[in-house]
């Protein structure tokens, strides 16, 4: 049953390759068939348009010079009448050579607006395949995150179990069970996010039962109560004045449990201030619906509460449902190339929605007022070309009708009289057509400018968030590398205890609470160390709000570095100790990561003038801890993939971002190619233009 059940699926799985690998066949072959056909007729139309415009040309100029000779011969003797006559009709000739001329550029014009549009539906019908692939992808594994959360909150609640049976077995003095307790208990935290609390339990497990006693007795309250103090420094160093001194006054504070207040509700309370300010900003930068509703609710009830669930929830979702309504406007609205960008956002997953609203729709609009302003230059330039035309079929009527006077033709002279006032009035219809388009070639190239300025304003906010977030994870690697070095200190004096003791000849049991003692006395010269850091802290983040200085704008902050805001030279893959010890520094940092993620107002919320500044700094620094699930368990592992959409974003989206690009660099190139392969699911090379501008973030 389970192979016939593996079978059916390993068939399914090659069907579905098999229909992708069918569509892509057929999208290339379409594709390559178009571009050729489009290749000729362009080179064709170039031609036409060449010859058409100097045929225009010469013919007016030869029906000029004709309808001058008829009239210099029209009073003559009969013998010059016929003479004005042929003059007449090779005026008449050349007009309407002129006339086809023109004819011939409006075919041609109409067959490049026809080829233009061909190609961008063959784009956006590539484009919106891939998409959907995307947007399967998202909801999958979207789903696997969110069990993979509610089997890591079982995971840490088993744990305090197991540390609960642990205490009681010691009290009880059931010295077998508290081992067993114990070490079960120390298992399940050495994938711990906390440095002390991590090494502490590596230390027992490599002990006798009586060092499993001392943890469970003082040591790992000990390394919590350590891990607390370094969460609660780091929010002082990524925060906000008021959050950095509500941080510095709880580690400075007699009160045992005040760190632990501070960071399960002191830490959100302290920010109110300034969640207030972020949401009145981002009603100021004139929102959707749904943001407007959500941001006003969250001020109406004005509680730590209700700023939290605006941003932790209510603003997120208001944002994707705000998104879909302005993509879907633009879709009906805009011009070729936003219908057809807005078509495939609609089709993708949600965080393309986010990226087309906040970035791409200025972009394309750009794309439209530029094909807006060579559509009216060209068709201005063939309206002049028709007012030329028709000044050569007055100038040729004119001719005919002083030819028919010669020949005392009055009826014929009057038909040709007539001919060259229509032809006149047209010459005059064409000249304010070419007018016109003039007009409509400078409001468009107007049009595309001040499209081109907002969509470099909104490529400067990206890359403003970009840098805030990638402050916040290099804070997060300072945080982490100062914790694991001060957790490796107190580690090895708690060793070095140990095994002076048992040298000395005491039992196991004087050995373990030497190294308790040892590691007592590391924490609190750690605890002072850290007391000072975050009165420095907070007092550096009060200077900053004051001149009005934002910490993160700084191109050390334009990639993630392996020494965090002490950037240097050296690239991560050169970093041999930053390998050496890679898996405890991005672990811890991740944990730092989500301490400060859990400020919406993180670092420097008055710096943020728009409502896309804000999601695109949650979108960031979500992206980062993906990369920390990357770097941890493997850039090809499922738990790097389930990371990557579980954030709700794309691995497309960090394929053509810097900091997965230097990853991918140092991994020696395995990492772009199967993030775009497992997007498109054909390989690189034909992924749509479409595609890759609305998964670009710059």
């Not at 990853?663 to 595609?691: M, N």
Request: hydrophobic share 45%.
């Amino acid at each position: 049953g389970a192979a016939a059940g593996a079978a059916q699926s390993e068939a399914a799985e090659a069907k579905r390759q098999a229909a992708i690998a069918s569509s892509a066949a057929n999208r290339a072959t379409n594709a390559a068939s178009t571009a050729q056909s489009l290749a000729t007729t362009a080179a064709a139309a170039a031609r036409t348009a060449r010859d058409a415009a100097n045929s225009a040309a010469d013919h007016a100029d030869k029906a000029a010079a004709a309808a001058e000779e008829a009239v210099k011969y029209a009073g003559k003797a009969v013998d010059y009448a016929n003479r004005s006559t042929a003059s007449a009709a090779a005026a008449v000739l050349a007009a309407n050579t002129a006339t086809k001329a023109v004819s011939d550029a409006l075919l041609v014009e109409q067959n490049a607006r026809k080829a233009e549009a061909e190609t961008l539906e063959q784009d956006k019908l590539q484009a919106i395949e891939e998409v959907r692939l995307l947007a399967e992808i998202e909801t999958k594994e979207v789903a696997a995150y969110q069990n993979k959360a509610a089997q890591a909150q079982q995971t840490d609640q088993a744990t305090k179990d197991l540390i609960t049976k642990a205490e009681q077995a010691l009290a009880a003095n059931d010295m077998a069970a508290a081992a067993v307790q114990g070490r079960k208990a120390a298992v399940a935290l050495l994938d711990s996010r906390g440095a002390w609390t991590r090494q502490a339990a590596q230390y027992a497990l490599s002990g006798s039962d009586d060092d499993v006693y001392a943890w469970i007795d003082l040591d790992r309250a000990l390394a919590q109560g350590q891990d607390d103090r370094e969460t609660t420094l780091h929010v002082a160093t990524v925060a906000a004045p008021k959050i950095a001194a509500a941080a510095q006054g709880a580690l400075e504070s007699p009160d045992s449990k005040a760190v632990g207040d501070f960071l399960t509700g002191g830490m959100k309370r302290a920010s109110d201030e300034d969640n207030r300010v972020a949401i009145i900003r981002i009603l100021g930068s004139n929102p959707g619906r749904a943001v407007t509703a959500a941001a006003n609710k969250a001020l109406d009830l004005n509680t730590t509460e209700a700023f939290s669930r605006f941003f932790d929830h209510d603003y997120p979702e208001a944002i994707r449902e705000d998104d879909a309504v302005r993509t879907l406007t633009l879709m009906n609205t805009g011009g070729a190339f936003t219908r057809a960008y807005a078509e495939v956002a609609m089709e993708g997953p949600t965080w393309m929605r986010r990226n087309f609203v906040n970035l791409v729709q200025y972009r394309t609009a750009q794309l439209d007022h530029d094909t807006a302003t060579h559509v009216a230059a060209i068709r201005g330039a063939i309206a002049a070309a028709a007012k030329i035309a028709e000044k050569a079929q007055e100038n040729a009527a004119l001719a005919s009708k002083a030819g028919a006077e010669a020949r005392s033709a009055a009826a014929e002279a009057k038909q040709w009289a007539a001919k060259a006032l229509d032809s006149a009035a047209k010459a005059d219809d064409y000249a304010a057509e070419a007018r016109r388009n003039a007009d409509a070639a400078d409001k468009s190239a107007a049009d595309a400018k001040a499209s081109a300025s907002t969509a470099s304003a909104a490529a400067a906010t990206a890359r403003g968030a970009a840098r805030t977030a990638n402050y916040s994870a290099n804070k997060a690697m300072d945080s982490a590398r100062s914790a694991l070095k001060s957790s490796y200190s107190a580690q090895s004096s708690a060793a070095s205890a140990r095994a002076s003791a048992i040298a000395a000849g005491k039992d196991a049991a004087t050995a373990a609470a030497a190294a308790t003692q040892a590691r007592q006395i590391a924490a609190a010269k750690r605890e002072a160390e850290v007391k000072a850091a975050a009165k420095a802290a907070a007092e550096k983040a009060r200077r900053e709000r004051e001149a009005n200085t934002d910490p993160a704008d700084s191109g050390t902050n334009d990639q993630i570095n392996p020494n965090g805001t002490g950037a240097d030279a050296d690239e991560w893959w050169n970093d041999a100790g930053f390998y050496a010890d890679a898996f405890n520094a991005i672990s811890v940092g991740a944990g730092f990561l989500a301490a400060g993620c859990a400020l919406a107002s993180f670092v420097f919320p008055p710096a943020a003038a728009a409502a896309g500044f804000f999601a695109a700094v949650s979108t960031g620094a979500s992206g980062l801890g993906t990369l920390f699930t990357g770097i941890e368990h493997g850039f090809t592992s499922g738990e790097f993939f389930e990371s990557a959409i579980g954030t709700g974003l794309s691995l497309v989206t960090f394929g053509q971002s810097k900091w997965i690009g230097a990853a991918d660099k140092a991994l020696g190139g395995k990492l772009i190619k199967p993030v775009v392969g497992k997007i498109a699911d054909v390989g690189e090379d034909v992924v749509s233009g479409a595609t890759k501008v609305l998964s670009s973030i710059f």
